[in-house]
């Protein structure tokens, strides 16, 4: 039966979450609630509501919560209201202090737990009516001392006789009130410990009074009970009395005992337990926690006891909230575990990571408690970090942001695991001896360059070792090797080298000003590994900047090749385009076959163009000094034509220029469109001024083709209804990195470089190109070119260009080496893969060997080998090497060098150490199997 529905709560609060958590528990528990949001209606509502409880935050947004206090308690109506402030954990106690004193009856501090607040409510309404119960008549409290179930007594002070007592102290003793009434209890012989009765009696002579003390008691059978004793003087009638009671607790004792010897029992099994183990008690603090949760986090018990250290203190500020979510979700649910991981406190103020598994056993007499069984995981997340930051910074390292930027984000990532407040990363160069820095972030210091010979990364570099000093061994190993150190001293200092095939470059390093244990040799490991991913990056960093240098090189000359190179992104892009589109075509169901065979003929053909592309980057600056030479092949005009309208076609409707008409003009018929040269070029300048003609004009007309040829030239056309050029303009667009003046550069943008490729492009084929254009009307941008018909033994096989467009031989012919036994020395799976596939129909057998060791475990039977494709790149050899080696065991065994690097100059650098032949990746299998055909 529901005993509070007659008890009535006011809850001032303006946090609509607490005070509706607080309006549901209490409706639970049965309490008539009201709730107001600040002063005014909490004024309001008190006078018609007339509550028994005031529940009331100290601070509101129209009022002072202690000011509020005062107000209620000075209205003679409210003055009796029972009044518990609210406020939160950082609250001052000054605060708690000056509400307690304007009259405010108790506080609680928020958060708590729901238990233990419905208790205190509990208490405050016992508190309420203990009150409205000292209010009632003499006649009524004399019912109350009659039925009280406390043994109560009223001992005359002056001649210590009894002068009256209630049924229950009857029931206890065994004597009657006829007996007990103008005794002592001397007389009724009542005291065991006589020094107790005094103590009381000197107690009381001094004003003061005794509560809920502890003593045993002779009843009038002779048997002892053991009473919560307690007991005033007061004053009635002019006369004083003293008014004692006595509260049974003989069986609770019993029972204390018992459970005692329980948690003994319990206590020895825990104590005992691999697993740490901690009691929370319902005021939310450790009521045990085992020697093994000590040891975890290194305090002692009278550590969290002497300084009244909570669970909740020792909880990381982040965490604390979701971990208190679920505790009120097992308090509001009992039968439910809850595991969850969060941070805890050690000793040394680190953070440790524990997983905790929540039990609620509330319930059970014996223990009274939330039981939380946990272990230490810091470890594994460690592990788990790490790999998630070697990670991030691997995909940074792919996605080839500059140096700059990956260092940053190394930093970032890093910081994630330790210390990086003080970073730098410096490279070595030796022919200075001194150190320059990449990024640098210090509290103290900041370098650009510094000598090797006075600084710890200079020690780290020239002896290619990792150092993790403290400012003792600083000065140590400065003594040691005669450093004239520069800088601030560090507490801590780590430092890595950054190794590039074996040499190294540079130094990574961290340090802390403060912590002289900031680093450890987890630090160590985990810095040698992104040092690792580093000078990986750096590796691929450094040949990229080659390509930079030798961009930067060719436009102090302003050769067409700075053009390609500054161009080269969209260069790629754009077959990479056609490919990627027409792969995709290719998945299409119900393509017909001339449509299928049609797109796999231009994914063949942008395929070759990308392959062109890469391998002629460093080889276009060739193309003014004459020195470069030119892919003369049969071009089919009408195909290529055909290619270049479809993949305008698609940049039209990409751009949604649903306005513009593309057309083609082929003068020849098919069949007889075929001549001799580059077609790569010819593609390339047709798309560039396809993409220019797109670029300036919004709507109207595109058409492009060529004219009959004459007199051995045959001339390209692309027309235009584009903005047009001024004639001012129209000779400097050639020239590299020059634009017309448009008026929007942002609707237009581009380099400037694509007709700049253009002209040298075509100047490169024996032609010239020309524009004529009226602004507002459109441009006609013309190129001609040497038209030869098409020999097919006009290039030599030994000036084929390395571009990984070799004529391809018949398909049809079939290659049997049974009895043949070929190595394939290849150290990726996917190409290893590919080759096997390849080579799997020609009965020959195959040997792998994934390095250079592999190979070298071959040399004793080399004798037995006919063929050898070796891969010039390998993790643990130079190929180059490998082939004198092979060569000066067996000089007759061919040696087929591969490399995906395809630079100008491999195929020399490949025949002068030995090597029989050469094929660049992507390795196409026609031409692969016609290459062995020749040395098997």
Request: proline residues 3%; hydrophobic residues 40%.
């Given at each position: 039966?529901?005993?509070?529905?007659?008890?009535?709560?006011?809850?001032?609060?303006?946090?609509?979450?607490?005070?509706?958590?607080?309006?549901?528990?209490?409706?639970?528990?049965?309490?008539?609630?009201?709730?107001?949001?600040?002063?005014?209606?909490?004024?309001?509502?008190?006078?018609?509501?007339?509550?028994?409880?005031?529940?009331?935050?100290?601070?509101?947004?129209?009022?002072?919560?202690?000011?509020?206090?005062?107000?209620?308690?000075?209205?003679?109506?409210?003055?009796?209201?029972?009044?518990?402030?609210?406020?939160?954990?950082?609250?001052?106690?000054?605060?708690?202090?000056?509400?307690?004193?304007?009259?405010?009856?108790?506080?609680?501090?928020?958060?708590?737990?729901?238990?233990?607040?419905?208790?205190?409510?509990?208490?405050?309404?016992?508190?309420?009516?203990?009150?409205?119960?000292?209010?009632?008549?003499?006649?009524?409290?004399?019912?109350?001392?009659?039925?009280?179930?406390?043994?109560?007594?009223?001992?005359?002070?002056?001649?210590?006789?009894?002068?009256?007592?209630?049924?229950?102290?009857?029931?206890?003793?065994?004597?009657?009130?006829?007996?007990?009434?103008?005794?002592?209890?001397?007389?009724?012989?009542?005291?065991?410990?006589?020094?107790?009765?005094?103590?009381?009696?000197?107690?009381?002579?001094?004003?003061?009074?005794?509560?809920?003390?502890?003593?045993?008691?002779?009843?009038?059978?002779?048997?002892?009970?053991?009473?919560?004793?307690?007991?005033?003087?007061?004053?009635?009638?002019?006369?004083?009395?003293?008014?004692?009671?006595?509260?049974?607790?003989?069986?609770?004792?019993?029972?204390?005992?018992?459970?005692?010897?329980?948690?003994?029992?319990?206590?020895?099994?825990?104590?005992?337990?691999?697993?740490?183990?901690?009691?929370?008690?319902?005021?939310?603090?450790?009521?045990?926690?085992?020697?093994?949760?000590?040891?975890?986090?290194?305090?002692?018990?009278?550590?969290?006891?002497?300084?009244?250290?909570?669970?909740?203190?020792?909880?990381?500020?982040?965490?604390?909230?979701?971990?208190?979510?679920?505790?009120?979700?097992?308090?509001?649910?009992?039968?439910?575990?809850?595991?969850?991981?969060?941070?805890?406190?050690?000793?040394?103020?680190?953070?440790?990571?524990?997983?905790?598994?929540?039990?609620?056993?509330?319930?059970?007499?014996?223990?009274?408690?939330?039981?939380?069984?946990?272990?230490?995981?810091?470890?594994?997340?460690?592990?788990?970090?790490?790999?998630?930051?070697?990670?991030?910074?691997?995909?940074?390292?792919?996605?080839?942001?500059?140096?700059?930027?990956?260092?940053?984000?190394?930093?970032?990532?890093?910081?994630?695991?330790?210390?990086?407040?003080?970073?730098?990363?410096?490279?070595?160069?030796?022919?200075?001896?001194?150190?320059?820095?990449?990024?640098?972030?210090?509290?103290?210091?900041?370098?650009?360059?510094?000598?090797?010979?006075?600084?710890?990364?200079?020690?780290?570099?020239?002896?290619?070792?990792?150092?993790?000093?403290?400012?003792?061994?600083?000065?140590?190993?400065?003594?040691?090797?005669?450093?004239?150190?520069?800088?601030?001293?560090?507490?801590?200092?780590?430092?890595?080298?950054?190794?590039?095939?074996?040499?190294?470059?540079?130094?990574?390093?961290?340090?802390?000003?403060?912590?002289?244990?900031?680093?450890?040799?987890?630090?160590?490991?985990?810095?040698?590994?992104?040092?690792?991913?580093?000078?990986?990056?750096?590796?691929?960093?450094?040949?990229?900047?080659?390509?930079?240098?030798?961009?930067?090189?060719?436009?102090?000359?302003?050769?067409?090749?700075?053009?390609?190179?500054?161009?080269?992104?969209?260069?790629?892009?754009?077959?990479?385009?056609?490919?990627?589109?027409?792969?995709?075509?290719?998945?299409?169901?119900?393509?017909?076959?001339?449509?299928?065979?049609?797109?796999?003929?231009?994914?063949?053909?942008?395929?070759?163009?990308?392959?062109?592309?890469?391998?002629?980057?460093?080889?276009?600056?060739?193309?003014?000094?004459?020195?470069?030479?030119?892919?003369?092949?049969?071009?089919?005009?009408?195909?290529?034509?055909?290619?270049?309208?479809?993949?305008?076609?698609?940049?039209?409707?990409?751009?949604?220029?649903?306005h513009l008409a593309l057309s083609c003009k082929k003068s020849l018929r098919t069949g007889k469109d075929v001549f001799?040269?580059?077609?790569?070029?010819?593609?390339?300048?047709?798309?560039?001024?396809?993409?220019?003609?797109?670029?300036?004009?919004?709507?109207?007309?595109?058409?492009?083709?060529?004219?009959?040829?004459?007199?051995?030239?045959?001339?390209?056309?692309?027309?235009?209804?584009?903005?047009?050029?001024?004639?001012?303009?129209?000779?400097?667009?050639?020239?590299?990195?020059?634009?017309?003046?448009?008026?929007?550069?942002?609707?237009?943008?581009?380099?400037?470089?694509?007709?700049?490729?253009?002209?040298?492009?075509?100047?490169?084929?024996?032609?010239?190109?020309?524009?004529?254009?009226?602004?507002?009307?459109?441009?006609?941008?013309?190129?001609?070119?040497?038209?030869?018909?098409?020999?097919?033994?006009?290039?030599?096989?030994?000036?084929?260009?390395?571009?990984?467009?070799?004529?391809?031989?018949?398909?049809?012919?079939?290659?049997?080496?049974?009895?043949?036994?070929?190595?394939?020395?290849?150290?990726?799976?996917?190409?290893?893969?590919?080759?096997?596939?390849?080579l799997s129909h020609t009965g020959a057998e195959i040997i792998f060997a994934w390095n250079g060791n592999d190979l070298?475990?071959?040399?004793?039977?080399?004798?037995?080998?006919?063929?050898?494709?070796?891969?010039?790149?390998?993790?643990?050899?130079?190929?180059?090497?490998?082939?004198?080696?092979?060569?000066?065991?067996?000089?007759?065994?061919?040696?087929?060098?591969?490399?995906?690097?395809?630079?100008?100059?491999?195929?020399?650098?490949?025949?002068?150490?030995?090597?029989?032949?050469?094929?660049?990746?992507?390795?196409?299998?026609?031409?692969?199997?016609?290459?062995?055909?020749?040395?098997?």
């Open positions: 039966m529901n005993t509070n529905n007659d008890f009535k709560i006011l809850v001032v609060d303006d946090d609509a979450v607490l005070r509706s958590i607080i309006e549901t528990l209490l409706i639970k528990a049965g309490y008539l609630v009201k709730t107001a949001v600040d002063g005014a209606e909490c004024m309001r509502t008190i006078a018609r509501f007339q509550p028994d409880l005031l529940l009331l935050d100290v601070i509101l947004p129209d009022a002072d919560g202690i000011e509020l206090c005062q107000l209620i308690k000075a209205d003679p109506v409210l003055a009796s209201t029972f009044i518990i402030l609210i406020s939160g954990i950082k609250t001052e106690t000054d605060n708690i202090a000056d509400g307690l004193e304007t009259g405010a009856d108790g506080y609680l501090i928020k958060p708590f737990i729901p238990r233990e607040f419905l208790a205190r409510i509990k208490s405050a309404k016992r508190v309420v009516i203990a009150e409205k119960v000292l209010r009632l008549s003499e006649e009524k409290f004399a019912i109350a001392f009659r039925s009280a179930s406390q043994a109560i007594a009223i001992t005359r002070v002056s001649d210590g006789l009894i002068h009256d007592v209630n049924e229950s102290f009857a029931m206890l003793t065994g004597y009657t009130l006829a007996e007990a009434v103008g005794k002592t209890t001397i007389e009724l012989n009542l005291w065991v410990n006589e020094d107790n009765r005094k103590m009381v009696v000197s107690t009381l002579n001094d004003g003061g009074k005794v509560s809920a003390m502890e003593f045993q008691f002779r009843v009038k059978n002779g048997t002892f009970i053991i009473g919560l004793f307690s007991c005033e003087i007061i004053t009635v009638h002019d006369d004083s009395y003293i008014l004692s009671s006595i509260t049974d607790v003989t069986e609770i004792i019993r029972k204390e005992q018992l459970l005692i010897q329980s948690e003994t029992r319990f206590k020895l099994l825990i104590e005992n337990s691999p697993d740490a183990i901690a009691l929370i008690g319902s005021d939310g603090g450790f009521k045990y926690i085992s020697n093994s949760a000590l040891r975890m986090f290194g305090y002692t018990a009278e550590d969290l006891k002497s300084d009244n250290i909570s669970p909740a203190e020792l909880t990381h500020h982040d965490d604390l909230p979701f971990v208190l979510v679920f505790l009120n979700d097992l308090l509001q649910n009992p039968e439910k575990v809850i595991t969850c991981q969060y941070r805890f406190r050690h000793k040394n103020q680190s953070w440790r990571w524990i997983e905790s598994t929540f039990t609620n056993l509330f319930a059970e007499p014996a223990i009274e408690a939330i039981v939380i069984n946990f272990h230490d995981i810091t470890d594994r997340k460690r592990s788990e970090k790490i790999q998630n930051v070697l990670y991030t910074i691997a995909k940074a390292a792919v996605s080839n942001p500059n140096i700059e930027e990956f260092l940053t984000i190394t930093r970032e990532q890093l910081s994630l695991l330790l210390d990086t407040t003080n970073f730098f990363v410096a490279f070595y160069r030796k022919e200075t001896q001194t150190l320059r820095r990449a990024i640098w972030i210090d509290e103290k210091d900041k370098y650009e360059e510094w000598k090797a010979e006075n600084s710890l990364s200079g020690l780290v570099v020239q002896k290619g070792i990792t150092l993790l000093l403290t400012r003792e061994e600083i000065d140590k190993i400065a003594e040691e090797n005669g450093l004239t150190l520069m800088g601030t001293r560090a507490a801590c200092w780590l430092g890595v080298p950054l190794v590039i095939n074996e040499i190294v470059i540079g130094a990574m390093v961290v340090q802390s000003y403060t912590d002289p244990a900031a680093y450890d040799k987890t630090s160590v490991g985990l810095m040698e590994m992104i040092a690792h991913e580093l000078s990986l990056y750096i590796e691929r960093d450094m040949a990229g900047k080659e390509l930079i240098a030798a961009k930067e090189k060719a436009e102090q000359s302003d050769l067409l090749k700075s053009a390609f190179l500054a161009n080269m992104s969209h260069e790629i892009r754009t077959p990479m385009n056609s490919i990627v589109g027409f792969a995709g075509m290719l998945t299409d169901p119900d393509l017909t076959a001339s449509e299928r065979e049609k797109y796999s003929w231009i994914v063949k053909s942008r395929s070759d163009d990308l392959l062109h592309i890469i391998n002629d980057i460093l080889d276009i600056s060739r193309i003014e000094s004459g020195n470069a030479t030119i892919d003369n092949r049969e071009v089919r005009i009408n195909n290529l034509l055909d290619e270049v309208e479809t993949v305008t076609k698609q940049k039209i409707q990409r751009t949604n220029k649903t001799q040269s580059d077609p790569y070029i010819i593609r390339q300048v047709l798309f560039n001024l396809l993409d220019n003609a797109l670029k300036f004009t919004i709507a109207g007309s595109i058409s492009c083709g060529y004219n009959h040829p004459e007199n051995g030239m045959i001339t390209f056309f692309v027309t235009d209804t584009g903005i047009g050029i001024s004639p001012e303009n129209q000779e400097m667009v050639f020239k590299t990195f020059r634009q017309a003046d448009v008026s929007d550069h942002h609707q237009y943008g581009g380099t400037g470089l694509g007709l700049a490729i253009c002209k040298g492009s075509v100047e490169l084929l024996g032609g010239e190109i020309w524009l004529e254009s009226i602004p507002g009307k459109g441009s006609t941008f013309s190129f001609s070119v040497p038209y030869k018909p098409y020999n097919a033994q006009i290039t030599p096989k030994h000036e084929r260009r390395l571009t990984g467009v070799i004529p391809q031989p018949d398909t049809s012919e079939t290659f049997q080496w049974q009895g043949k036994r070929l190595v394939l020395v290849e150290d990726e799976p996917s190409n290893m893969e590919f080759l096997k596939i390849v070298r475990n071959l040399y004793p039977v080399l004798d037995t080998i006919d063929l050898i494709l070796l891969d010039m790149r390998l993790p643990d050899s130079n190929g180059w090497a490998l082939v004198k080696e092979i060569k000066a065991i067996r000089k007759n065994i061919p040696v087929i060098a591969q490399t995906a690097f395809a630079m100008s100059g491999d195929k020399e650098k490949s025949l002068a150490a030995g090597c029989d032949d050469y094929i660049s990746k992507p390795i196409a299998k026609p031409a692969l199997l016609q290459m062995l055909s020749r040395y098997l």
